[in-house]
């Protein structure tokens, strides 16, 4: 009996849980593209535009799924071809520059730049060739990768990387990249056009969604042995490769995962493979599918042979340094990279995997996890629950969108940029879009509106008018409660103690630790999942957002919530961090003790205050997070500074100082405690 199709049923679905069932991918996808159409009017308002590639925007979640942005200035206008020049040829706004793929290497191009109107720091990239203007990638890339390390405040290890600025920021490695956009197909490309409409692959509805989209130049030449050729550019198609990766059935976004895999834990364990990466695989994945797209080879019962035969095609890749462009074929990526001994190294691992056939997934740590069973008990039967990981627990489906969503917070900065994104919001709303699509709507409307009642706010010193605005902040702040989680209802307690009503804060937190007493809300888990689908499994998921979620407090560090935790919020503006958070269960009981105190109740007070510290003390991070225990200990000692607790404040000031330093207000923490000292020492003498 021909066992292949049971392992790669088991190996399909060991992926599933894995990488992500296909609802999970369909859901981080939904939830990023959201994103950066509701950011798009502000960054155009800002006369720039932007857009996320690499693994985590394709839908991966591994820990090391690296961030890669673009970034390029919406007033360059990049054209193909003299007849798209007179279309721009009128404009008072816009810089007008031309590709040039003539003397240029396969895949490159130079801009040649026709028409100046804007953009100072253009003069500084121009190169004459003759009478002509061209633009200096290499002058352009040395000014923005040191123009990117002066902005990013604390950034770890920054880097120029190729055409990229690399860096470390909160331990998540990023790549950023200025560059030009085009909106036109480049013509260097026009031949696979017709190649995909010859092989069917990609679909006609994607292939013209992608040629509308155009491409990109990232500021990087070709090598040569002189150097890098500092006025070629490299076009990049990255935006194409999102669509063909989104475009993938699951089957086949599985087997892409598996080749990440296969590289970082087998290949990459060697130094030779190091010469690979998983761009390469991508492309020769694209080569596959286009070469036999039909749904029959690309289903779970074949996962194996889908995986064999993208890894006998990087042998052969290897084997004849050749690895081609999947839109530019002439453009052969391995040329002047894998050659000599390094590439004799890693032809000698390929073919020692090669020979071990599919028990060379063994040699990945993941993968032999998943595969063990299978390969040596002939009787073990895997029962595929999903065959295209479809179906997941409300539980699973809503703590999925809640992680993503929250990834994508929108930070409001100007009171310009909160109109902007209301504006999109309300537009996006009328367009019927996906139940993940509106939910991340709803959501960033309940962000917003926060936001943007704090900024008024902030700036209501107007006797005039005061009333009036007032009466739109706690609007705003009632709406956002209703269609945000349960947890938002807090930001209007922050609002009335600011504003000195504790009788009303101390109603609303009452309300809310009653709510959050029950057994099927969902912090970061549901302790109950068969409790949280009976009480609102039926519902739809904005719905179960709003009667069963408790995200935690975001507070925007450019805002003023309180004074009395403002230093926290201007510490972590210093240091380039501009969200503090706070679990709903510490805010709670702050909000309680100082209401209390500022209304004289101070036995109530000191007991909100005390059940805080044991709340501290006790909780395993399931309703305070370890990553934000350093701010709640903080917090709790400046409550206990405020009501005259010292000895308190400074046992809490020290408890932060030992948390995770996620906030980085240990030097904070340091001050606080010295205050402390000195008004104690005062008061002895």
Known sequence: ???????????????????????????????????????????????????????????????????????????NKVVCNWCQVAMFLKSSKHNIILMDNSETPPGFVKLQLLKYVRGQEMQEFVVWIGNRRFISSQKFRN???????????????????????????????????????????PRTALAWIYKCQQKGWPFQSVLIEIISKGCHMMPIGSKTESGVNELEWRISFSQAEQKLVYSMNHTQFLCYGILKIFLKEVLCSDNQGSLICSYFLKTILFWEIQNNPTEIMWCPSNFLSCFWACFKRLCKCVLDSYCPNFFIPENNMFKDK?????????????????????????????????LTTALYNPYASCAISFLEGNSLSVVDIDRCIRIETIKTFQLVKLIDESY????????????????????????????????TAFMVANHSDSNKFRYKLERIIVNMLLLSSRIGPLSYLLYLGIYYYKTGRYNKVLRITRFCQERFSQPFVLIDDVSDRHGYEESVGNFSLGKRMKKAWIDNIHINCQLVYLFDFYEEQRVRRK???YLMFISPFVLVHMLRGLSHFKLGYVSPCLESLIDLRQLLLTDDGTTVPLEIR???WQLLGVCQRIVGDDDGALQSFLESMRQIPTHRIRRLSEIRIEHILYHVKVKIM
């Open 630 to 632: 350093d701010m709640s």
């Open 420 to 451: 902007l994104f209301l504006k999109m919001i309300a537009s996006l709303s009328q367009l019927k879009p996906s139940q993940f699509q509106s939910f991340k709507l709803q959501h960033d409307l309940a962000d917003v509106l926060v936001q």
């Open 575 to 577: 240091h380039g961090r």
């Open 1 to 75: 009996m021909d066992q292949q199709p049971r392992i790669s049923e088991t190996l399909f679905l060991g992926l599933c849980r894995k990488i992500g069932t296909q609802t999970e991918v369909e859901i981080r996808r939904e939830v990023m593209n959201m994103d950066e159409i509701i950011k798009r009017p502000c960054q155009k308002h800002n006369g720039q535009a932007q857009m996320l590639s690499g693994s985590s925007r394709e839908g991966f979640r591994f820990k090391s799924s690296d961030q890669d942005t673009m970034i390029w200035r919406t007033y």
């Open 338 to 370: 894998i050659i000599g001994a390094s590439r004799h190294a890693l032809l000698s691992q390929l073919f020692g995997c090669y020979r071990m056939k599919e028990r060379c997934l063994l040699l990945s740590p993941t993968l032999s996890s998943i």
């Open 143 to 185: 000014h923005y990768c040191h123009q990117l390390a002066n902005t990013i405040v604390n950034v770890r290890e920054g880097v120029s990387h190729g055409p990229c600025f690399n860096f470390v920021f909160d331990n998540i490695e990023s790549d950023i990249s200025m560059c030009f956009s085009c909106q036109y197909w």
